[in-house]
């Protein structure tokens, strides 16, 4: 069984035509407290790119990791994270 985990960097992310709630959702992740709270290191709102990506090893197979610039509420609607679940072998 194949196993990949896509992790979520809001500092990437810039998808003008998002609708209003996930451009206003991205500018709050973005700001000053979102940097402190995760000590200026990639995040994806709800959880560090870190802690997403931290399956353990050793593993069979081992785990295929890809960081996609999206935030926690739009890997299955924003551009960027359809692209990322298209290129995942399921």
């Not at 551009?79 to 399921?90: K, T, Y």
Request: contains cysteine; glycine residues 8%; aromatic residues 8%.
């Amino acid at each position: 069984m194949r196993y990949t985990v896509l992790a979520g960097d809001i500092r990437g992310y810039d998808e003008a035509a998002d609708p209003l709630m996930a451009r206003l959702t991205a500018k709050l992740g973005k700001g000053p407290l979102f940097d402190a709270l995760y000590r200026d290191a990639g995040h994806d709102i709800a959880v560090s790119t870190a802690s997403i990506a931290g399956v353990p090893e050793p593993r069979d197979p081992i785990a295929s990791r890809q960081v996609v610039a999206c935030h926690h509420l739009n890997y299955f609607v924003s551009e960027v994270g359809l692209r990322a679940l298209n290129g995942v072998e399921w």
